[in-house]
Each structure stands twice: as C-alpha cells, then as structure tokens.
C-alpha cells in the first residue's frame, strides 16, 4: 500500500470551506483529468478522469464511497477503479485556525490487489503525491477564489470586480497547467 | 540548385540539426566538439525525438564492452552479419561504414558527454543460432539509469514512453522471466526510479544526449517547425522555420542535418513509399516525412529497401497526450506461449514468435483474389495465457476490457462470433498443440531463434518458452491491426559514408547531412536487427558533425580495402 499526507492552509472559515467540500461533485471537478461526476445518492459516486502518466493517457471511472461525513471537520472516505484491480481510502480533515483560514489535511491511500499489486503500487509510487498536491493546491485555489469572488460586506464594487477577476484567470491557468502537469 | 536566400537572418549557426532524436543531437554534439557552432530544432515541444520511444538498444559489432568482457566479436564479423541480412537490397560500402564508426562513435560519445552504456546480458542478435556471424551476447547495449533530475528546467520537456517500462533495464526486466513474468520484476526498484526519475531504455538513452547539449550550451529550440531549406545557388546554406505563425530563417554556414525521423504518421507517404495501407502508429504526429519534403526541393535521391508492415492493437480507454488512439505492438504478446496468430481462413502464415518473419507475411497479395489472403488476422489464446501473461497493457488474471477482442467458450464459438472457419481454426489449433508437445513447429519454426525466446518466451514453460498449448477456455480473440514499424521505414534519403546527402546524380548535396531515420536504410537492407536504428542515428550525426566541421572520417577508406570494396 501507498500513501501520502498534504496539508495545506486555505484562506477561509471552516464553514466556508465545509460549504464546498459538502457537494461530492466539487471534490470531482477538482480532480486533474477529471471528465464527469456521476452521484448516485449521497454517499456513492462515479468519477470520470483521465489520468497521465509517461505520456500515455488513460481514461478510469472511479467509484467512489463516503464513509463518514463529519461537518465541518473531516470526512473518510474509499475508492475502487472499475476494471482495475486498484483500491485505496483516504480522509479530509480540517481544523479552525482562525475565522479566516482554515488548515486542511487530506491523506490519500492506494492499495493494488492480485498478482500484479506490486506493479500498481510502483507506478503509483511517484503519481499519488502529485495527485493530492495538485487537489489540496486547486481546493485552495476555488475557494479562495470564491471568497475573494464575492464582495464582502462593505467592500466596494471595482475592487472585487478586480480580484475576482484576477481569481478567475488565476483558476484559468491552474487548470491548464493542472492538464498537462501530471502527464509530463 | 535553388537560390532562395532571405532578407535577414533569425539564428545563426554553423550546424543545424533538425530533429532532436539521437540523430541530431549526436550531430550537433559532435559538431561543437569539433569547433563549430551548433544548435538543434525541433518541430515538438518535447526533446528525444523516437529515441525516447524505443527500447533504447544499440547494436554495436566489436564494441569495447563485449571485448572487455571476453565475448569475441569484431566489426568484420558485425560487417558479414548484417551484409547477409541485406540480401543485397543493401550496400555494402553503406553496411562496413556503419559497422565500422558505430564503434568509434559509442567510444566518442561516452568519453565526451558521460554516455554510460553496457552489455545486454544473455541478449541474442536475432539471427543468432540460424545464420554464422550471429552472437549470444555482446553487440546489444543499453544505457544505465540516467538521472533526469539533472535536466533541470528540460526534464519535463525531455520525452518518455508510454510504451515501454523505462524505470526498468532490459537487465530488469529479462534476468526476471521477461515481460512474460512480469509479476517477478523488482517492483520496489521500479517505484524508486519513477521516484526519483531514473529513465532507462530509450527514454535514458535520449536524456543522456539531451544533457550532452545541454552541458555545451547547444541552443535546442522546441516548437519551431522546419519548412524549407535555404540555399545560395551552389550549397545549403540554412532553414526556414515557423514559430508561432512566423517565419523565422536559420543559417548554417557549414550544413545541415536533417534528422526527423521518417514518415509514418503520413499516410500518402506510407502508401505510395511504404505499400503500407491504413497504419496505426505508435509514434506522434510529427513523424510526416519532413526528409522528404526539405531534400526533396534540393534533388535529394530517394531508396526503399524490402520493409514490413507490423501488427498492434488498441486498449480501449488508452490514449496519447494529444488526445489520439495509443497504439501498442503485439510483437511480444503473440510470441508467448498458448497464443497464436490466424487469418481470416483460420489458419497460421508465420512465425508468431519472430516479427521478422511472420510480418513479411501480413501484406502479401494473391492476384487471382485481389485480396490480403493474411489480414484481417486475429491474435488467439486461451485461459492460460490469459492467467499468467499480460497482453499489452491488460495485465495477466485481469479481465479483457470491454470493446477488446472477444471471449468464449470453445474454439468453435470463438471462431463463428470473428467470422473464421470453425472446423480450420480447430483443425489449426489442434496442429499447433500437437507442435507443442513436440517442441517443434514444422511449419514455421516458431521457437528456433533464441531471440525469440528471450523476448517473447516465457523461460519457465516447459518444453519450450515459445511453445504452450491453447486448451483451457474461455478462449479469446484480438483482432490485430497494421502499424508502422516505430518509424523504422522502408524509405529514405540516401546519403554518402559521411553521412551527406546524394542525388539523383549521385553527388552529394553541399551542406546537407541526413542522420537515423531519415537516411536510406541501405545499411540492413531486407531485414533488420534491432539496435542498428539507433546506432546508426547515433553514427550518422557523429559523421555529419565532424565532416561539417573540417574534420571527416578518413577511417572507411583506410579499411575498405581489406573487404575488397
């Protein structure tokens, strides 16, 4: 088994966050290759992602299973590729540090199983790091972006107008980059 | 020749290199060693060009590291070796200058830019055991681990495969079972290197000549697409480019090389050049038959040599960066034991376990039917080779994808669900299992070559790693389709012994150089061994640079006497 820790400090309430992180298709947009999120009731889901690796593309569906969900701090969670003999569980946490900002910890585990576990585990040996830093860094990203995108009370239009907008292309850009990162 | 010279010049140097494969950076290596200012461009924004794609192997005859080691060999030997490979579709004068500087030119590259290669242990010429002048081991080399880290900035730019295992070496992978046992592989070592970035095979074998230029100062520019060649009335004397919309014109005072490869993602080129119909390939876009396009203008004198057309598939939900079908070769899949290859008759046309003979097979025409009387055809095996081999990417025990080949029961079902004649297939699988049990395949010999063995066997099936029955279903069927040979081509720009393009006139082209791929392939001629395109991209640019620059090879003419050429 493979696993991996990326802790990453967002700048915004815990239940700002805890308001993105609710709805599974924002976990699943958030992916990088991710095609189309399929949610089959609260708890299930299918991903649709394209994943790179050494220049080869593949497209995987991933089921994904909410174990718990724990507002506004934590939830647990497991996944399964479709015709893929590859399993792993993983868990968002989340602590207050302060009304604005919030420190998120997301593990990742990846487990291969049958005769071939060992060469799954290999190839995500180096892609599983990349993957939760690139979600942990987007995750970021979109809410701060969010934030900034809605005028807090008080604040006058034109500066809002440039910070989301600034956001915007910022979000832009990850995302082609994102796109063509992991595949190099 | 044409005048065609521009207003301004955009770049200035002495060598141009098109093509960032082993080709043209050996080229501009050695050009800058040899006093000459040097840069390369490449049409992609990645550097390595196919190099990086393949296997990485270097077929070198008398090389140091076998002599070292003991195995006897020479460039004489290599020189007959390849001369009967040919079967005269050759030249020999083209045969001895290859075998004779591909030494000289590994020598050069690992004194000047660090390259660290070694013998491929217990790795056969193909031929090795069928024909004299063959060896069990020696000539076939591959590099260490190279570190990618010390690309900096270039080694996100620096291309790998998705084809090949490179975080592993052939050493790996072959003193473990081979890709038939892949499940004994060092899978820890593996993970290491993807961690820390080691490449091996092609892909190691590009970097190291990536970080040669890189250590010189060589300006690679990426993205910058070749389209015409300049010339002043007498000579080449430089390039015309496009970046991003606009021209951007190069001068090369002293030549240019052209090494971009061949023209397999053409398909008009593979047709009319090739006789290949409807290939997929496994390399990019790029590989258009740029040679031809830049030397044609000049005169340059076109060869084709006897070629085949290979044989691959595509896994569903594969594919490549930009978005296209990733194609992967059945080479190794149907060489392995209880697996076997049949035409639309139901019956075996070849070796299965020897590409280079049962590919010879794939277009052959019957003019009474106007037909490919051997394609379609369909790659079968059972539960057995289902169990413990991968095929392709689908590893072994996992179910086939959906939308890949077709499963059932019994041969005979097998058999009317891909439209074949049921009672052939089973007539043919029954011959075939009766082989195995002989250990000997009286039809096509499948198994007699060692290297068949060593690539595409299993070493642990008894009573021969080429040879296991189809008996226990379900039973499956992979309908395989045409591929290029990885831009291995039938045709090519010819060139002189160093490395300048000729015409049609048979005088070489002032200023003009073709390296690897893009050259005449009349150093192998009918058949081929693998290792021999790589070492003569790397041989080529070796030539080109030091000829460019003032300092020919005088070695061809010092030898050639003694082979009576």
Redesign the interface.
Known sequence: MIETEQRISIGAGIEAVWEYVADIRNWASLMPGSQSCAVLNRDDSRWTLKVGAGGLVKTVIVAVHIEQWNAPAGVIFSYALQGEPVVGSGSYGAARKSAHETEITLKLRVAGSGPMSRLWEAMSTPLLPQLAKAFSERLKLEIEGAAHAAPPPGASSGRSSVLGGLGRWFLIRWRSIIRCGLQQ | MIRNLPARWDLEADVVAIGSGIGGLSAAITAHEHGSRALVLERTEELGGVTALSLGELWVAGNHHALAAGFEDSPDSGYRYLKRLSMGYGEDTAILNNVLHARVALQYFEEKIGLKTRVIPHCPDYYFGTTTDAVAQGRLLEVLPFPAQTLGDWR??T?????VP??LTHEDIFENGGVAN??N?D??L??KR??R?ERCLGAGLAAYFVKGALDRGIGLHTGINAQDLICDGSRVVGVRATKDARDVFVRADRGVVLAVSSYERNAGYNKSLGQQLDLGSMVFPSIDGANFRLAGPVGARVARVPDITSLGFCVP?????D?EP?WRSALQPIGLPHTIVVNRMGRRFGNEAFYRSILYAVDIIDGGTQTHPNFPCWAIFDGQAREKYPFGSV?????L??GFGVRADSIVELAQRIGVDARALTDTVSAFNSYCGKSEDPEFHRGSHPWSAWMCGDPGNQPHPNLGPLLRPPFYAVQLHRIGGSAIPAAGVVSDHHARAVGWDDRPIEGLYVAGNSAARLETGACMQSGVSNARGMTHGYLAGRHASGRPSDLLQKERGRFGL
């Open positions: 996100a730019r291309r790998v495969s998705p084809l490179y975080a892949m499940r592989w899978f820890d593996m993970a993807l961690q970035d939900g594969e594919e490549t960066p978005g990733l590893m072994p025990g996992q179910d994808p959906a």
